[in-house]
């Protein structure tokens, strides 16, 4: 149990467009959702805390105008890139924390979506 | 200075032998520490959680250690195989004292490659 999936695993879209990352829980509800960046050879940096039905809290230095989030259900957030420029290319993980039973807030992570602006 | 260091950065063994990967934190309080496996590429995928008064937990061929007095954890492998070879990242989850709930600090990883 506790699976988390992300739509698309990659994406390649030109400078400008505006492209939506979905993550899913599968098996479990999750109030709580996470959205990380990660660049190559580096850690994974946490850009904002999705929680259902409510706004997203984003992290310092993160434009919540540039990386929109939606927590619609407790099953699903999105993380939507506008306006897409090359410095956004990056892999992209989210996770989701389990509502029941839940067991030291544990997050479990989806498997990530490379993103390339070109 | 990241919270969070790890050591070695990298690390080459041959396949069937041991290793120890080390994380030293600095984060206070903490609610728990996690070692999490990452292969290129792909999202992590939890090994071993250990909160403060717990100094070790195993998950197969990985054992995790945890000294919080010393504010220090390792994270042994024993009999390694080539599909070991990935990231190993140390994360510490630090409860967010408004709201609740907790916040992860992660390390920089040791990638680790086994070889025949």
């Known amino acids: 149990g506790a699976v988390v999936s992300q739509h698309p695993s990659r994406v390649i879209c030109k400078s400008g467009t505006s492209v939506k990352i979905e993550c899913r829980s599968l098996d479990f509800q999750a109030t709580t959702m996470f959205w990380y960046r990660q660049f190559p050879k580096q850690s994974l940096m946490l850009m904002a805390t999705s929680n259902e039905g409510s706004k997203a809290t984003y992290e310092q230095g993160v434009e919540k105008d540039k990386f929109l989030i939606n927590h619609a259900s407790l099953t699903l957030s999105t993380l939507t890139v506008t306006s897409a420029h090359p410095e956004d290319s990056s892999f992209y993980i989210c996770?989701?924390?389990?509502?029941?039973?839940?067991?030291?807030?544990?997050?479990?992570f989806g498997p990530g979506t490379r993103l390339t602006v070109l | 200075k990241n919270q969070v260091e790890q050591s070695p950065q990298s690390l080459i063994i041959l396949e069937g032998k041991n290793c120890t990967l080390q994380?030293?934190?600095?984060?206070?309080?903490?609610?728990?520490l996690r070692w999490y496996k990452q292969d290129t590429g792909r999202g992590p995928v939890s090994l071993t959680i250990m909160t403060f008064s717990e100094n070790t937990k195993s998950n197969g061929r990985y054992t995790a250690t945890l000294d919080a007095d010393t504010k220090q954890s390792s994270l042994h492998i024993t009999a390694s195989q080539l599909s070991d070879s990935a990231s190993y990242i140390c994360?510490?989850?630090?409860?967010?004292?408004?709201?609740?709930?907790?916040?992860?600090?992660f390390g920089t990883g040791t990638q680790l490659k086994v070889e025949l």
């Open positions: 994380c030293n934190y600095t984060v206070s309080p903490f609610s728990n």
């Open positions: 994360v510490v989850s630090v409860p967010i004292l408004t709201g609740g709930g907790n916040k992860l600090t």
């Open positions: 996770s989701a924390v389990r509502d029941f039973p839940s067991s030291y807030n544990e997050q479990f």
